[in-house]
């Protein structure tokens, strides 16, 4: 499912993972993890929406954060 968000509030986030979540129980798909880049936002949708699934970061903005340098005193 893909949508456009003209705002990506928890409260937006969350409908839209509702809409997934029904979708998902329609076909009968179990969701036993989700992967995000992990904006508070999302992490609130899906911590909502899917309670008790495990939620990851991606590889991809781990290691980006990782490169960053960063203030050492």
Do not use: C, W, Y
């Not at 936002?41 to 903005?61: D, Y």
């Amino acid at each position: 499912m893909a949508r456009p968000l003209l705002r990506s509030t928890q409260g937006d986030l969350t409908a839209l993972l509702k809409e997934v979540k029904e979708l998902l129980e329609e076909l009968v798909v179990p969701v036993s993890g989700i992967l995000s880049d992990g904006p508070e936002t999302i992490r609130s949708a899906v911590a909502f929406v899917f309670p008790g699934v495990s939620h990851h970061l991606g590889h991809f903005h781990s290691l980006k954060d990782a490169t960053e340098p960063h203030n050492v005193r």
